[in-house]
């Protein structure tokens, strides 16, 4: 690999997230360790400040994200990030996907910190302050880092494209566009459009209700402060839904349980998308172009133009024993979403500079392509098949005519857009790639 995406832990390096409690040097040594090695191997560290691990004392003492004095800690913890390890890291996310963590936290109540308040206020409170405490790092870093130490600073956004059902319906297409202004837009028009929330969003939250909005306002001094506040977006793209126009409650949907403010959308999938039985993950409909739609959405949208990088992608796996360590349908998702961003690259011209799978190993949430011998004291690492193929395409760049991993990816091509691959089962044998010439009838017609 040419790069390594991870995420500095808040708590490590400040134990009661502040400064005047004291810097934990271990776990800075850690971090500083961590880093060399990867630039001792040619690796770029792309570093992550926040992946939701505020520190406890925090939140048991201001309420966490719901106190605008965040901000301040929060930018504090920054300085020590750029202090620390700016001399050798240039590539800065303040945020991992905000929405992921604010909606289940502070609106659901299903996740960490679990405040169930409905989704009436706070969750809108909440991602306020956080859009305010990343504009806030950023202008730090531009104004005491970035003549010394030549980097960037952006934010890591994640949202499941929305694709009309119907494109020649404009309620359709309608639909779709709030839909992805609920969810990309909440934190993106703020940052890279005009500074201010999306209009759907305020007049949908706070209609006519200026005297009490639910959706908290920004002054015009704070959308100039927040408006170009990054000099790049991750986009973590895993999947799509197909968006349609419908004032009807039922059939309850993802929509209508995570964003009941959305009104007059529903959601629902294509039948033709490959899912995975061997997944685990809801977001695990196999739809590659999604990246290059979000992409296209993305650089029409906003006015602030800045490099993309696809920080997240990938597909899960359920557990299983003993593990399959030929997971084709991993090999196909990465065959056809690197292809995608490729396309994105070469046909759109999209200014593309990196491509991140999630994730490296066994994850908790997710799967990866490595499996992890937990039972082993030295916690054995085996590389599982599509480990190589990654790091096939990885180190050439995508697909050079006449590599071996290009033609394997040629082989596979009509067979990777078929459900046979994800549907792995150890017992059947399904998922097992039989094959160009011994694909049935059914599968090369899908």
């Known amino acids: 690999m040419t790069a390594y995406r991870f995420s500095i832990s808040w708590p490590r390096l400040l134990p009661d997230g502040t400064l005047a409690g004291g810097v934990n040097q271990a776990g800075v040594d850690y971090y500083?360790?961590?880093?060399?090695?990867?630039?001792?191997?040619?690796?770029?560290?792309?570093?992550?400040?926040?992946?939701?691990?505020?520190?406890?004392?925090?939140?048991?003492?201001?309420?966490?994200?719901?106190?605008?004095?965040?901000?301040?800690?929060?930018?504090?913890?920054?300085?020590?990030?750029?202090?620390?390890?700016?001399?050798?890291?240039?590539?800065?996310?303040?945020?991992?996907?905000p929405w992921s963590f604010i909606v289940p936290g502070y609106g659901l109540g299903v996740s960490p910190p679990k405040m169930l308040f409905g989704m009436k206020r706070r969750q809108y409170e909440v991602a306020h302050v956080v859009i305010k405490a990343h504009a806030r790092a950023w202008h730090t870093y531009n104004d005491s880092f970035r003549a010394q130490q030549g980097g960037e600073v952006g934010i890591v956004l994640g949202a499941l494209w929305g694709q009309p059902r119907n494109t020649s319906d404009p309620r359709d297409v309608q639909a779709a566009d709030n839909f992805e202004q609920f969810f990309l837009g909440w934190f993106a028009n703020p940052i890279y459009g005009n500074g201010d929330y999306p209009d759907a969003m305020k007049q949908m939250i706070n209609g006519d209700s200026a005297a009490d909005p639910r959706l908290p306002v920004f002054t015009e001094a704070e959308k100039t402060y927040v408006r170009g506040s990054a000099d790049f977006v991750g986009l973590n793209q895993y999947s799509a839904v197909l968006i349609y126009a419908s004032d009807h409650t039922f059939p309850l949907d993802f929509i209508s349980l995570v964003m009941p403010d959305l009104k007059g959308v529903k959601d629902?999938?294509?039948?033709?998308?490959?899912?995975?039985?061997?997944?685990?993950?809801?977001?695990?409909?196999?739809?590659?172009?999604?990246?290059?739609?979000?992409?296209?959405?993305?650089?029409?949208?906003?006015?602030?133009?800045?490099?993309?990088?696809?920080?997240?992608?990938?597909?899960?796996?359920?557990?299983?024993?003993?593990?399959?360590?030929?997971?084709?349908?991993?090999?196909?998702?990465?065959?056809?979403?690197?292809?995608?961003?490729?396309?994105?690259?070469?046909?759109?011209?999209?200014?593309?500079?990196?491509?991140?799978?999630?994730?490296?190993?066994?994850?908790?949430?997710?799967?990866?392509?490595?499996?992890?011998?937990?039972?082993?004291?030295?916690?054995?690492?085996?590389?599982?098949?599509?480990?190589?193929?990654?790091?096939?395409?990885?180190?050439?760049?995508?697909?050079?005519?006449?590599?071996?991993?290009?033609?394997?990816?040629?082989?596979?091509?009509?067979?990777?857009?078929?459900?046979?691959?994800y549907n792995n089962d150890t017992e059947t044998g399904a998922g097992h790639y039989r094959g160009p010439h011994e694909q049935s009838t059914v599968e090369r017609k899908l």
Not at 73 to 90: E, M
């Open 32 to 97: 500083n360790k961590l880093i060399d090695e990867l630039i001792a191997h040619k690796m770029a560290p792309f570093v992550t400040m926040y992946h939701w691990d505020l520190p406890q004392a925090l939140q048991t003492k201001y309420g966490g994200w719901t106190n605008a004095s965040m901000v301040d800690y929060f930018n504090d913890y920054a300085t020590l990030c750029f202090q620390k390890f700016g001399d050798r890291v240039k590539r800065w996310a303040t945020f991992n996907e």
């Open 268 to 421: 629902t999938s294509d039948p033709t998308w490959p899912h995975g039985a061997s997944s685990g993950f809801a977001a695990s409909y196999v739809v590659p172009w999604n990246i290059r739609e979000q992409l296209r959405f993305f650089s029409e949208k906003y006015s602030h133009k800045v490099p993309f990088y696809i920080t997240e992608t990938g597909i899960s796996e359920k557990e299983q024993f003993p593990p399959n360590m030929n997971d084709t349908w991993r090999q196909c998702f990465y065959m056809l979403y690197v292809d995608e961003a490729i396309r994105a690259i070469k046909l759109d011209g999209r200014d593309v500079r990196g491509f991140f799978a999630w994730t490296l190993m066994d994850n908790i949430v997710f799967g990866s392509g490595h499996y992890t011998n937990f039972s082993d004291p030295n916690l054995t690492r085996t590389p599982k098949a599509s480990a190589k193929l990654y790091r096939d395409i990885a180190t050439s760049g995508g697909f050079p005519e006449g590599a071996p991993h290009t033609k394997h990816t040629q082989d596979w091509w009509d067979w990777c857009h078929t459900n046979a691959p």
